[in-house]
C-alpha cells in the first residue's frame, strides 16, 4: 500500500492511496465516520430557560457544537473506573450562563478543563430577548459516530477510483478534447494528449465525446483511489489518518487471533 499526499490542511486531506482493494478503501472510509473518539456534549443539566427555545431543542444544538480535546485523556464512561457514573476522567463539564438582550454563542460556554475547548466560538445557541435568561451545565463524554452522529468527526468522507486515459494512434492532435474538458486536466505534451492532474478528474466523458476519430479511452484505475475527507475541527485532519489505521489494525489483530483459536 502507498499513500501519496495531494492536499493537506487542519479540516482537510486529499491523498492518493494505492495498491489496495475496494474493501480497504471502504473500510478506512467507514473507521473515519463511526469509530474515531471524540469528545461532544450528551447530557444537560438546565436550571433556568426562559428563552424562545425548549430545552430539547438547545439540547439538540448544544450537541452538535465541535469540541477540541485529547482523545488520549480521558475513557469511554463504560471503560471509567467509575463505572460510568461520571468523573474528571471520563467528562468535562460545560457552564453557561447568560442574561438577554444578546445573542448566546458557543463561546460562551465555559469549560471545567481549560485543554478542552470549543471549536468555533461563534456558532449560535439562542437569542435572548430582554429579561431572559439561560442557565445550565453541559456535560460532554467520549463516544463514537457509530452510537451518534454527534460524536462523528469527519464529513464528507469518500473515494474514487483514479481515472486513467489511453490514445490511439488515430488521434490527430486537435486537442478538441482539450477544450472540452471543464476541468482542464488534459494537456498535449511530446505530441500526444495525456492526463496531468488525474485526481482533479471528474470522468464526465466530455473530451471522449468531442473526440470525432474515438480515439480516447478514459477509464477507472482499478488499484488507485483518490480519497477525501474533512475534520469538523475536533481533530486534524492527520491526527484523524493515524488513529483510523490503529483502530483497523487492532481490529485484523483481533481477528486473527478468533481465526488462530479455530
Known sequence: MEVEIIERSDNRMR??????????????????ISEIPKMAIDELIIYENTSALYDEQIALRMALIPIK????????????????????LCQVIFTLDEVGPKTV??????????????????IPIVKLKEGQRIRLEAIARLGTGKKHAKWQCAVACGYKNLPRISVSQECNLCERCIEACPRGVLRESGGKIELFNPADCTMCKLCVDSCEREALKLEFDESKFVFQFESDGSMKTDEMVVEAVNILKDKVEELTKILEGL
Open 15 to 32: 491523498f492518493l492511496l494505492s495498491g489496495v482493494t475496494p474493501a480497504m478503501a471502504n473500510a478506512l472510509r467507514r473507521v473515519l
Open 69 to 88: 480535546a485529547d482523545i488520549r485523556v480521558y475513557y469511554f464512561p463504560e471503560e471509567c473506573r467509575c463505572g460510568g457514573k461520571g468523573c474528571s
Open 105 to 122: 454563542y458557543s463561546g460562551d460556554l465555559k469549560s471545567s478543563d481549560p485543554e478542552v475547548k470549543i471549536v468555533s466560538p461563534k
